[in-house]
């Protein structure tokens, strides 16, 4: 079969690998019929996550058709079309009796920091991702979702991580009714957020970025006051200004490690690796919240150590908040969301390319190259 | 140091001021702490039962009952990870040498390549063709400058090397004896 294959930082290649075959007899066999590239996958595809083993297959983001499953599978069955979260979840554990699928206890044996995630690095589970034309899915009782009649696959492949990923950040900014949000980063992690939080009653929603493409795009979207970092001095003394001088009640890092704006951060965390990541965003946001305020923490950081201002996050009294996303927790909600025509995920999809030029694709999304925001790709066994 | 209390409820006040609203989790988390479950450490069975090997964290009892079985540890990276897994991820050992282990693999990676009579690509791997196509002046400022730098270091090594060859004659080396500059790298 066809998969994408990570041959060292900023290689990767479309290559013919073995099928997957059923490990357990809850796996699944999905055929992919759309499959995306993830900010997240950045972290990766730049060689920033430890034990990314050469040869690995990226892809979190994916739907498709079931080919196979194993003889303890009851909830999905042969030809089912389904979406499948990103995380790995056994639904028995611990914490999955929790609702927190993201943490999952059994599916991770090489880390207990962070549950397992399709084709995202062995430190995450050691599991082959979704940009190939198949995939094993394991725990296909809990994970894989049957895509309800009418639902276009391009929404889909989105609720299985970013609009999740969005929602989840604004639910753990803990947003009240007139809040003022802002949110860092205007990603499609961000996007969603910022249109996210309206949902939860925010008042007034703020995004900060570089890429001038993006915050326009997120400012028609969402909608929502956008200004570009670049141009604006100092961003939390901008903040601070436009706030009355109090500050965001609610803050969200949509942004993560391969964050830009602060020369220091970028050096130490992206170049030298001195930290797990720039956390230029991350700082921003504890020292852009208003005292007593939350921030709510999406962006991917590494499993190291970062340089934040902690001390501030104490003296303001701040709430912070993060977590993998609970997928499975949030797809009922969000599925009606979709279906009503409340959210409209397939907007910010602006590129569509066969499987073949995965090279091309992480290029130009990770170069921000021909105005991209989100790409998706078709295996050329999609239409089987 | 001996530990011995065996009933926390017999503590003076001890719940006073429990309030289950206090929880920045809900309504995300259905919360439970351990004594609340009635089996902490329940999991599916079976267990998945595989040859390949398998890293795991030495903060966990056990493998779980699934696991990933691609690319498994080979090789001088493969005894790099090895290593790394004998510390917890609390640990710089056990991350850093994972990040080296990931370099060599590159190096791997291509040495692979080339013992299956096959020269990667590296230009199209890194997508260059769409650099050229939607951001060309950048990328071939960038490509200049990285083949400036890379001249520079050229030069100012092998500079470097004619030096140290030029010191070697004054002090009298000759061919046939073997002295300290033959057997430590200079």
Redesign the interface.
Same mark, same amino acid.
């Given at each position: 079969m066809l998969a994408m294959e990570y041959r060292g930082p900023k290689r990767v290649r479309a290559v013919q690998k073995p099928m997957p075959e059923i490990k357990h007899p809850q796996d699944a066999i999905v055929r992919v019929t759309r499959t995306c590239i993830c900010g997240s996958d950045l972290h990766l595809y730049n060689g920033n996550v430890p034990d990314t083993r050469v040869g690995s297959t990226f892809g979190h983001e994916f739907v498709g058709v079931v080919e196979e499953v194993g003889p303890d599978v009851t909830k999905i069955k042969v030809g089912d079309q389904v979406l499948v979260p990103f995380n790995v979840a056994c639904g028995e554990c611990h914490f999955c009796k929790q609702n927190m699928f993201g943490n999952c206890h059994e599916s991770n044996s090489m880390a207990t920091a962070v549950g397992a995630i399709f084709g995202y690095s062995h430190t995450a589970g050691g599991f082959d991702g979704g940009q190939a034309e198949y995939a094993r899915v394991p725990y296909a009782n809990v994970g894989p979702t049957v895509i309800p009649a009418g639902m276009d696959p391009d929404d889909a492949v989105l609720l299985t991580d970013v609009v999740p990923t969005g929602y989840q950040a604004a639910e753990m900014a803990g947003i009240q009714q007139g809040d003022t949000v802002l949110v860092f980063g205007a990603g499609p992690v961000g996007i969603m957020a910022a249109r996210c939080a309206w949902l939860f009653g925010a008042g007034r929603v703020i995004v900060l970025d570089n890429v001038d493409y993006r915050l326009e795009f997120v400012r028609d979207y969402a909608p929502c006051e956008v200004y570009n970092f670049d141009e604006i001095g100092d961003p939390v003394l901008f903040i601070k200004k436009i706030t009355d001088w109090m500050g965001a009640d609610c803050v969200i890092d949509a942004v993560g490690a391969e964050a830009s704006g602060d020369p220091m951060q970028t050096i130490t965390g992206r170049k030298l690796l001195l930290q797990a990541g720039s956390a230029t965003a991350l700082h921003w946001a504890i020292n852009s919240a208003k005292k007593g305020g939350v921030v709510s923490v999406v962006g991917v950081y590494g499993p190291t150590d970062n340089l934040v201002p902690i001390g501030n996050m104490m003296n303001k009294g701040l709430t912070m908040r993060g977590n993998q996303t609970s997928v499975k927790r949030l797809l009922p909600r969000l599925i009606d969301h979709v279906m009503n025509g409340t959210l409209n995920p397939k907007a910010i999809i602006t590129h569509r390319i066969p499987l073949e030029e995965v090279a091309d694709g992480y290029r130009m999304f990770s170069a921000k190259l021909d105005n991209c925001i989100k790409t998706v790709m078709i295996p050329p066994s999609a239409n089987k | 140091m001996e530990n011995t209390i065996k009933d926390y409820k017999q503590i003076k006040g001890w719940g006073v001021d429990a309030d289950p609203k206090n929880d920045?989790?809900y309504p995300?988390?259905? !919360?439970?702490n351990?004594s609340q479950?009635p089996d902490?450490?329940?999991?599916?069975t079976?267990m998945?039962h595989?040859d390949t090997e398998? +890293?795991?964290?030495n903060? !966990?009892p056990r493998?779980?009952?699934?696991?990933?079985?691609?690319?498994p540890?080979s090789g001088l990276?493969g005894m790099i !990870?090895r290593f790394a897994?004998r510390y917890s =991820?609390n640990e710089?050992r056990h991350?850093l040498p +994972? +990040?080296v282990?990931? !370099?060599v693999?590159?190096v791997?990676?291509?040495l692979e390549d080339f013992s299956k009579g096959t020269i990667?690509?590296?230009f199209?791997?890194?997508?260059?063709?769409? =650099?050229w196509k939607?951001?060309r002046t950048a990328f071939v400022t960038k490509m200049a400058a990285i083949a400036a730098v890379t001249a520079g270091v050229v030069i100012l090594l092998s500079s470097d090397s004619k030096k140290n060859k030029g010191s070697r004659k004054i002090k009298g080396y000759k061919k046939g004896y073997r002295g300290y500059a033959d057997t430590h790298a200079l």
């Amino acid at each position: 079969m066809l998969a994408m294959e990570y041959r060292g930082p900023k290689r990767v290649r479309a290559v013919q690998k073995p099928m997957p075959e059923i490990k357990h007899p809850q796996d699944a066999i999905v055929r992919v019929t759309r499959t995306c590239i993830c900010g997240s996958d950045l972290h990766l595809y730049n060689g920033n996550v430890p034990d990314t083993r050469v040869g690995s297959t990226f892809g979190h983001e994916f739907v498709g058709v079931v080919e196979e499953v194993g003889p303890d599978v009851t909830k999905i069955k042969v030809g089912d079309q389904v979406l499948v979260p990103f995380n790995v979840a056994c639904g028995e554990c611990h914490f999955c009796k929790q609702n927190m699928f993201g943490n999952c206890h059994e599916s991770n044996s090489m880390a207990t920091a962070v549950g397992a995630i399709f084709g995202y690095s062995h430190t995450a589970g050691g599991f082959d991702g979704g940009q190939a034309e198949y995939a094993r899915v394991p725990y296909a009782n809990v994970g894989p979702t049957v895509i309800p009649a009418g639902m276009d696959p391009d929404d889909a492949v989105l609720l299985t991580d970013v609009v999740p990923t969005g929602y989840q950040a604004a639910e753990m900014a803990g947003i009240q009714q007139g809040d003022t949000v802002l949110v860092f980063g205007a990603g499609p992690v961000g996007i969603m957020a910022a249109r996210c939080a309206w949902l939860f009653g925010a008042g007034r929603v703020i995004v900060l970025d570089n890429v001038d493409y993006r915050l326009e795009f997120v400012r028609d979207y969402a909608p929502c006051e956008v200004y570009n970092f670049d141009e604006i001095g100092d961003p939390v003394l901008f903040i601070k200004k436009i706030t009355d001088w109090m500050g965001a009640d609610c803050v969200i890092d949509a942004v993560g490690a391969e964050a830009s704006g602060d020369p220091m951060q970028t050096i130490t965390g992206r170049k030298l690796l001195l930290q797990a990541g720039s956390a230029t965003a991350l700082h921003w946001a504890i020292n852009s919240a208003k005292k007593g305020g939350v921030v709510s923490v999406v962006g991917v950081y590494g499993p190291t150590d970062n340089l934040v201002p902690i001390g501030n996050m104490m003296n303001k009294g701040l709430t912070m908040r993060g977590n993998q996303t609970s997928v499975k927790r949030l797809l009922p909600r969000l599925i009606d969301h979709v279906m009503n025509g409340t959210l409209n995920p397939k907007a910010i999809i602006t590129h569509r390319i066969p499987l073949e030029e995965v090279a091309d694709g992480y290029r130009m999304f990770s170069a921000k190259l021909d105005n991209c925001i989100k790409t998706v790709m078709i295996p050329p066994s999609a239409n089987k | 140091m001996e530990n011995t209390i065996k009933d926390y409820k017999q503590i003076k006040g001890w719940g006073v001021d429990a309030d289950p609203k206090n929880d920045p989790t809900y309504p995300m988390r259905n !919360r439970m702490n351990v004594s609340q479950d009635p089996d902490s450490h329940s999991h599916p069975t079976p267990m998945q039962h595989d040859d390949t090997e398998v +890293l795991k964290s030495n903060e !966990r009892p056990r493998v779980t009952a699934v696991y990933g079985t691609t690319v498994p540890p080979s090789g001088l990276s493969g005894m790099i !990870r090895r290593f790394a897994f004998r510390y917890s =991820e609390n640990e710089y050992r056990h991350w850093l040498p +994972l +990040l080296v282990a990931d !370099r060599v693999n590159v190096v791997e990676g291509i040495l692979e390549d080339f013992s299956k009579g096959t020269i990667p690509n590296i230009f199209a791997e890194k997508g260059y063709a769409v =650099e050229w196509k939607h951001n060309r002046t950048a990328f071939v400022t960038k490509m200049a400058a990285i083949a400036a730098v890379t001249a520079g270091v050229v030069i100012l090594l092998s500079s470097d090397s004619k030096k140290n060859k030029g010191s070697r004659k004054i002090k009298g080396y000759k061919k046939g004896y073997r002295g300290y500059a033959d057997t430590h790298a200079l």
